[in-house]
T-cell receptor
Framework: DQQVKQNSPSLSVQEGRISILNCDYT??????FLWYKKYPAEGPTFLISISSIKDKNEDGRFTVFLNKSAKHLSLHIVPSQPGDSAVYFC????????????FGKGTKLSVKP | SQTIHQWPATLVQPVGSPLSLECTVE??????LYWYRQAAGRGLQLLFYSVGIGQISSEVPQNLSASRPQDRQFILSSKKLLLSDSGFYLC?????????????FGPGTRLTVL
């Protein structure tokens, strides 16, 4: 049973527009959420995170929104740039998991010039 | 600064052959180390993690094993590879085990089992 779900395997957006990547989770024990970005043939790199005590965290062009009642989080990229084209993984963590991040399957974002 | 190395970058192995993937971290002491696998069409799956030398926790039962012979060295092994072992293997490290402790990933090893 997948605890972290990214239901859109791919997303295509025009350069300059907003990219919205979605993530749903089922475990209400999760208290920390992260987004990782991955280019082909490279390891993922940390992008942005949010604690469950917040509903929004912003870092430059990247904003993560958390809706705990809906068990849903989203990553907004504004404005989108061609260099943002990558696979984005949503990950979740809870205190009892001892470092065990639960990752979603990823969403491949393509930003077209 | 900290860096994490993995080798080899790509590997093609026949079914039934052994496997040894190595990961080393530089620039930090007593890191927490992780092995992940990304199989085709699937997310990142945690295989093993280690909080210290000789301390290995297995998250998924399989024909793989891990060892940590030195503080900054993490090895993933198999005695006999299966077709289902094909995938992209990633090593990662973190300073702590909390969710807020960023995990830093290596470049990965693409393993193809034929």
């Amino acid at each position: 049973d997948q605890q972290v779900k990214q239901n859109s395997p791919s997303l295509s957006v025009q350069e300059g527009r907003i990219s919205i990547l979605n993530c749903d989770y089922t475990n209400s024990m999760f208290d920390y959420f992260l987004w990782y970005k991955k280019y082909p043939a490279e390891g993922p790199t940390f992008l942005i995170s949010i604690s469950s005590i917040k509903d929004k965290n912003e870092d430059g062009r990247f904003t993560v929104f958390l809706n705990k009642s809906a068990k849903h989080l989203s990553l907004h990229i504004v404005p989108s740039q061609p260099g943002d084209s990558a696979v984005y993984f949503c990950a979740a963590y809870y205190g009892g998991s001892q470092g065990n991040l639960i990752f979603g399957k990823g969403t491949k974002l393509s930003v077209k010039p | 600064s900290q860096t994490i190395h993995q080798w080899p970058a790509t590997l093609v192995q026949p079914v039934g052959s052994p496997l040894s993937l190595e990961c080393t971290v530089e620039g930090t002491s007593n890191p927490n180390l992780y092995w992940y696998r990304q199989a085709a069409g699937r997310g990142l799956q945690l295989l093993f993690y280690s909080v210290g030398i000789g301390q290995i926790s297995s998250e998924v039962p399989q024909n793989l094993s891990a060892s940590r012979p030195q503080d900054r060295q993490f090895i993933l092994s198999s005695k006999k590879l299966l077709l289902s072992d094909s995938g992209f293997y990633l090593c990662a490290w973190s300073a702590g085990l909390a969710g807020s402790d960023t995990q830093y990933f290596g470049p990965g090893t693409r393993l193809t089992v034929l």
